[in-house]
Structure formats: structure tokens, C-alpha cells
T-cell receptor, first 110, second 114 residues
Framework: DAKTTQPTSMDCAEGRAANLPCNHS???????VYWYRQIHSQGPQYIIH???NNETNEMASLIITEDRKSSTLILPHATLRDTAVYYC???????????FGAGTTVTVRA | EAGVAQSPRYKIIEKRQSVAFWCNPI?????LYWYQQILGQGPKLLIQ????????DSQLPKDRFSAERLKGVDSTLKIQPAKLEDSAVYLC????????????FGPGTRLTVL
């Protein structure tokens, strides 16, 4: 019972912005949108999360649509080290569980 | 700040053998998680500890898997006996509190069951 839908894979050019889409059409008002990524042979790494408003940190920006049914993770200047599997996850505000799907395999090409 | 440590990094065993994995979370983190990640899939939560108590073990196959967190710090995950389908990466993660926004993951232990 996946709560999010992501493309299986995508390529992007080094130095350009990478825009990763995620659909979560059944999201409720008390659920966060989380993004993690997993570089090959490493454990997942937290990137960013948001509830309603757009968020930005040193790694990425998260844009959530007004109806909250979809979001986009933006890596502003992709580098080869950003090649990874990116997971979009919906999590209840008062819960701790992260339910990972298959994610999007992002390949940054020189 | 040291990250989550796991050992061993790799383990190969035959089916029906036993195996144990060790995790040392980030110092001061009260919450510890064990995940199983089968090739090509996202991690799946097996068990969660808050200090030395189990919060959630609903996804743990209790007939063969066991985990403990003595003294609320290090944790071990055991499989006895192992099956072929247990081949996976076993990830440990920790967070400061139960509902903290960020979980910090270790590098994982890759288990191959022959």
C-alpha cells in the first residue's frame, strides 16, 4: 500500500538543477513529506522534510503543491556525488515510522 | 560526531546457520532501529527500541529473528536459523528521540545466505 509514487529512474547533467517529482495524492493533513537518499553501499541519508510550506536547507529545496498532493525535491546544482536512490516518504506527524518505497534512481552525468 | 557503527560489514553463511549483527548508535541517541533491505527494494523496519525497551517489533519474524538492546546503548540482531530469503542488507539507525525528524543510518551489514 504505497503512499507515494516516484519515477523509477532519471538522469540529470552535472551542474544543472535536478527536479525529482513525487505524487502523494492520498496524503492527510497530519502527514509530513520526507526525502532521504541512499548512495551506493551506504545507509540512507536524511535530506529534508515539510508539512505545508516550501522548505530549503543546505542540501536541497522541497516544493509542496498547495493541495499537498505532490511535491518536488530540487537539488540546485547536481554533482556526480548526488548519484543515488532518492526516497519520497509520507510520515504521520505523531509517528516515527518511515515506510520506504523503491525510490528514484538518479544518475548525474558529467 | 561519530556516526552509527555496524559490524561486520559483510557476512556469508549457509542456510540453517546462525548469525548476529552488532550496532553502536550515535552517543546519546535514545531510539534505535533495525531495518532489512532486500536488493532492489527500500529498507523495511524490523524493530525499534526506545532506550532498552521495544517500541515496535510487528515486522520482526519472531520465529527466527531476535534483537536486544542491553543497557539502552548497543544492540544486536540475531537470525537463527537463517533462510535463503534472509539475504539482504541489515541497516541500523538511531535518532535522539522517538519522534525526531531525522534518523541517522549506519553503513549496514550485507548478509548472503547460501
Amino acid at each position: 500500500d504505497a503512499k507515494t509514487t516516484q519515477p523509477t529512474s532519471m538522469d540529470c547533467a552535472e551542474g544543472r538543477a535536478a527536479n525529482l517529482p513525487c505524487n502523494h495524492s492520498t496524503i492527510s493533513g497530519n502527514e509530513y513529506v520526507y526525502w532521504y537518499r541512499q548512495i551506493h553501499s551506504q545507509g540512507p541519508q536524511y535530506i529534508i522534510h515539510g508539512l505545508k510550506n516550501n522548505e530549503t536547507n543546505e542540501m536541497a529545496s522541497l516544493i509542496i503543491t498547495e493541495d499537498r498532493k505532490s511535491s518536488t525535491l530540487i537539488l540546485p546544482h547536481a554533482t556526480l556525488r548526488d548519484t543515488a536512490v532518492y526516497y519520497c516518504i509520507v510520515r504521520l506527524v505523531n509517528d516515527y515510522k518511515l515506510s520506504f518505497g523503491a525510490g528514484t534512481t538518479v544518475t548525474v552525468r558529467a | 560526531e561519530a556516526g552509527v557503527a555496524q559490524s561486520p560489514r559483510y557476512k556469508i553463511i549457509e542456510k540453517r546457520q546462525s548469525v548476529a549483527f552488532w550496532c553502536n548508535p550515535i552517543s546519546g541517541h535514545a531510539t534505535l532501529y533495525w531495518y532489512q533491505q532486500i536488493l532492489g527494494q527500500g529498507p523495511k523496519l524490523l524493530i525499534q527500541f526506545q532506550n532498552n525497551g521495544v517500541v515496535d517489533d510487528s515486522q520482526l519474524p519472531k520465529d527466527r529473528f531476535s534483537a536486544e538492546r542491553l543497557k539502552g546503548v548497543d544492540s544486536t540482531l540475531k537470525i537463527q536459523p537463517a533462510k535463503l530469503e534472509d539475504s539482504a542488507v541489515y541497516l541500523c539507525a538511531s535518532s535522539p528521540q522517538l519522534q525526531n525528524n531525522e534518523q541517522f543510518f549506519g553503513p549496514g551489514t550485507r548478509l548472503t545466505v547460501l
